[in-house]
């Protein structure tokens, strides 16, 4: 490690709920009732009890008593109960091991359970039976759990601050656990810190009551300066979701300890801004704008997660510049959109956006006037990216024949006919479609001269992005009827909110089907995003791996050797050379190295050896341009 080990106070921690993620005596329960009718029952109100007791408002003595009464356990339980819990160890515990390791003697555990069961499995953590204090059970002739040792101090009401007097340590005590008896310690004077331990159970009586509070044993770790497995506490690591991305993505988030935070619908620029001060992470859709503005308050922002296709609404450049990678999902969502663009072809070919509406008002209106098959006719797609050749496959299955026209060289798929100008596509197809992507020259892409080169009565959709189409130019070849019909899903202005209204002037227009950007809405793109794009921002986070980042210098990591220095900086000539020499200057052994440019930014990957003067990490931020720097354990 490179930081000296500051000393380190007496930890005295508690067991069920902080060390482990569980109670004890209800997986005792839980275990000595599998397969009996009362199981559920009998741990419920075993759980009740601890939490009465936890809380401070039952009496610890008697919350001890009911339980064990109604505990039908034997010896043979603890065996397995034992190997359960070894399994349930606290994460951030559990990954700091080494630390336990490394300071015999000065953490003891100080529990109201039972010692029979705590001893194997801090006993992994290097702690010894001698830095165990916990309740006994008796027995009888029968290995029937009957009670507890009533002599025990820890078996009494106020049993871990006559503990604590017994122990009588000399030097400074922090006190580390979940419930009101750890606090206690505190309000005895036997500790000179409380910290509430909440990775497992938050119990508000008391965290109001605590010093601090922990998410995680790693917050301890790093508060106190002491050695940790990670670089940074994960608690540490705030993420804003708006526009209500699938509720995966922050039990993603969350599973991994970071802190989310939650905003139903959008923000606008100044909302935004006022936000995302200390936000590490942001999650947006479509429609929040990220712009320089906002990055400029943005003092902790690390990566941007955009959980759509779609990155137009989004300062790429601003972020590349701030060291900000952005990472959307490029594939979740294509297929929604391919099924949307081919169920409202046969809807408009049919004329159904004006008969269901005649048919809810009680209009019977039977004729084929207007309405024809899809077979056999000519589809034009304008873009033929990851969305247009798809659609591309899935229309000729029923029969349309497929011309495409995009700015870049694609393969074609099927029998799709490539069109060398947009004019050779407007001039033959019967329905156009666009799929293009956002950027900026794609705005008033289909304008008033575009629509006049369709042939007339042709079918026109646009699905990809609002400002590509000039709304007017559209409305007036509809209602001259120059086009038979339209869908249109995505507008230049978008109301922020679903309590907002929609204003267009394509609204009440003959044959048009309008839809509120629901493209990519559907239940599996949604679910196959927010674990897309949480999976990418955390491999970055955890590893530095900028794989499919779209503004970022993509580079994909081997496994990481020993410590790894991530290294972010404006591209200009020698800055290698600069990191190198200060590394070569603190002797450090590099392991291997990885770079990659572009135009705006390098990105500089260096895994060294774990022994290293601390110094060196405060030489390289310091190396002339440099954007952002941090170090992976
Ligand atoms: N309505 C909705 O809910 C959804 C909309 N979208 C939008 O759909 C669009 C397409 O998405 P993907 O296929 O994933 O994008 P993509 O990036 O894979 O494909 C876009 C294609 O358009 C081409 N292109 C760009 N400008 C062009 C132009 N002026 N003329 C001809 N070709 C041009 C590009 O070369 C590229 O091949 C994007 O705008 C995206 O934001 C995506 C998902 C859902
Ligand atoms: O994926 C895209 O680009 C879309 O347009 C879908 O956007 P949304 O997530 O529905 O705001």
Redesign the pocket.
Known sequence: MPDTPAPLPYLIIDFDSTFTQVEGLDELADIALTGQPNQEAVVAAIRALTDRGMSGELKFSESLRERLALLPARREHIALLVERLKGKVSESIRRNRGFFEQFPGRVYIVSSGFREFIEPVVAEFGITPEFVLANTFTFDAEDHITGFDTTNPLSQDGGKILQLRQLDLQGPVYALGDGYTDYQIREAGLADRFYAFTENVTRDAVVARADEVLPSFDEFLYQNKLPMTLSYPKNRIKVLLL?N?DPRAAELFRQEGYQVDTVPGGLDEDELAARIEGVSILGI???TQVTAKVLEAANRLMAVG?????TNQIDLVGCMQKGVPVF??PFS?TRS?VELALGEIIMLARRIPEKNPKMHRGEWDKSANGAFEVRGKKLGIVGYGNIGSQLSVVAEAIGLQVLYYDVAEKLQLGNAVKCRTLDELLQQADIVTLHVD?RQENTNLFGADEFARMKPGALFLNNA?GHVVDVSALAAVLRSGHLGGAAVD?FPYEPKTNQESFESELRGLPNVLLTP?????TAEA?RN?AEFVPERIMQYVNTGNTQQSVNFPNIQLPEQQAHRLIHIHHNVPGVLASINNVLAAHHVNILGQYLKTNEHIGYVITDIDKQYEPEVIQALREVEHTIKFRVLY
């Open positions: 526009e991305p859709r479509s429609k955009a959980f759509c296709i779609g959307n999902a969502n959109v956002g992005r995505v950007h629901i493209g990519g809405s949604q995003i």
